[in-house]
Nanobody, 124 residues
Framework: QVQLAESGGGLVQAGASLRLSCAVSGRTLSSLNMAWFRQAPGEERDFVSAIDWSGGTIYYADSVKGRFTIFRDNAKNTVYLQMNSLKPEDTDVYYC?????????????????WGQGTQVTVSS
């Protein structure tokens, strides 16, 4: 069973950077497609970024392109989300997700394992 643990969230000012980490246990990271989603209270969970098991396919939501970077360190069994030029509208709870599917997707139903989430708050 895959277990995911996010960390790295916090309170920052607009324009600052944060790096989120997602530590994977229970399965080798290199066999997993990984993604980040975010969710505000009372709203749906939105796609942010995804990286396939090989690292060769990466997707970003339009709202974060050019500012966020997803990358993986298979040796550390950890996936990261580097977030630069943060905006107040990036304020959300960020969730890490994993799946063993061959095909990587950008929807929540494509992921079977989820972390507990980490809060990111960007002040103006």
């Amino acid at each position: 069973q895959v277990q995911l643990a996010e960390s790295g969230g916090g309170l920052v000012q607009a324009g600052a950077s944060l790096r989120l980490s997602c530590a994977v246990s229970g399965r080798t990271l290199s066999s997993l497609n990984m993604a980040w989603f975010r969710q505000a209270p009372g709203e749906e969970r939105d796609f942010v970024s995804a990286i396939d098991w090989s690292g060769g396919t990466i997707y970003y939501a339009d709202s974060v392109k050019g500012r966020f970077t997803i990358f993986r360190d298979n040796a550390k069994n950890t996936v990261y989300l580097q977030m630069n030029s943060l905006k107040p509208e990036d304020t959300d709870v960020y969730y890490c997700a994993a799946d063993r599917s061959i095909v990587i997707v950008t929807t929540t139903d494509g992921y079977t394992s989820w972390g507990q989430g980490t809060q990111v708050t960007v002040s103006s």
